[in-house]
């Protein structure tokens, strides 16, 4: 199992730790490092400055929003830095929600999820493979447009850039168990958002076509990278108040109260009246209590908080399941440094 560094997206504004931990992770050993957005900042400027400051660590977006870009946009962000990276490039998306996706980007969020990543994965092959120009009769994602609308003159084109990589990584943030399994046929790899490795059989229809970690498929080797929130602390307690505070904002906040995909998620896991509990309190807008009503059990078991001895004991958990690679969020070199330790 191969560690790497969750960076997320910024806050009220830049990090300015990020790109230390990023060159320590990179120093440690660590095989990659991963940026996120939501609706602030954006994936790809804070990955491509990295880039610039190390040499070898791998690179990749977890997740890139699908509603932000074409996927033809989506493509040059990639096959660029892919190139000034000297080949460190790793694609992550996700699709997002009908409140993000409407809210923010401004546009229908799709009635059909499915089909709307799947023509997106395939307009980026196409553009990655640069055997033709794109073309694709597709219901949300045509290449030429060929709408109502639209002038009728749109000619299909192929990059002018050639791609350093046709095999350049596609990782999907897929949550239900439908997009899970079209995830494992169409991408290089899945970024869970929640992992426990005492509920693996939630996924484990989902992920039936997947081979053993280690094993090969006809994309290579199928990479399981999910995210965890780490630190090396004294107190458990306190230590997993940071996993709680994101859990309640993601399951509160990050929806609608009729349809939020990161709650439902939580209700597979066995936390369903704990997930609709703090829907209603962050929707009657008492958001601490929300966050306080994230069970302590729920949190930890997604992450690796406590003392280092006890983390050692529960990384062997995630090592022994189907995990390929563990995305940390970590806050300190030092525990950056311990779970290389425990990892090696």
């Not at 498929?217 to 990479?223: L, P």
């Not at 940071?242 to 609608?256: D, R």
């Not at 929707?283 to 930890?300: K, M, Q, S």
């Amino acid at each position: 199992m191969r560690l790497g560094l969750a960076l997320g997206y910024w806050g009220r504004g830049p990090n300015p730790a990020h790109l230390d931990l990023a060159r320590e992770a990179e120093r440690l050993g660590y095989d990659s490092v991963w940026t996120a957005e939501a609706w602030g900042s954006d994936a790809f400027t804070p990955l491509t400055w990295i880039a610039a400051h190390t040499t070898r660590i791998r690179l990749g977006t977890a997740v890139a929003q699908m509603a932000a870009r074409t996927p033809t946009a989506t493509a040059m962000h990639a096959l660029t830095l892919d190139h000034l990276s000297g080949g460190r490039m790793m694609l992550g998306l996700g699709l997002s929600g009908p409140q993000v996706v409407e809210g923010w980007y401004g546009r229908p969020f799709p009635r059909s999820p499915l089909t709307a990543t799947r023509e997106y994965v395939d307009v980026i092959r196409q553009v990655l493979r640069r055997e033709a120009p794109v073309e694709l009769a597709g219901r949300f994602h045509a290449h030429p447009y060929a709408g109502e609308d639209g002038t009728g003159l749109g000619k299909p084109l192929k990059p002018i850039t050639h791609p350093l990589r046709a095999g350049l990584p596609v990782l999907l943030g897929a949550e239900g168990p439908k997009n899970i399994a079209q995830t494992t046929r169409i991408a290089d790899g899945w970024l869970p958002l929640y992992w426990s490795p005492l509920r693996t059989d939630v996924y484990q229809a989902s992920l039936t076509d997947v081979p053993a970690a280690g094993e090969g498929t006809s994309k290579g080797h199928f990479m399981i990278a999910p995210m965890a929130r780490a630190a090396v602390c004294d107190d458990v307690s306190e230590g997993l108040l940071p996993v709680k505070a994101m859990l309640g904002f993601y399951i509160g906040g990050m929806g609608h109260a009729a349809r939020n995909f990161h709650a439902d998620l939580m209700a597979r896991m066995g936390y369903e009246d704990e997930a609709r509990h703090i829907q209603r309190l962050f929707a009657e807008g008492r958001r601490e209590e929300a966050v306080l009503a994230v069970p302590d059990a729920f949190a930890d078991e997604i992450s690796l908080v406590g003392p280092r001895e006890r983390i050692a004991e529960r990384l062997e958990l995630w090592r022994k399941g189907p995990v390929t690679d563990l995305l940390v969020t970590a806050p300190d070199p030092h525990t950056l440094r311990v779970l290389a330790e425990l990892n090696a």
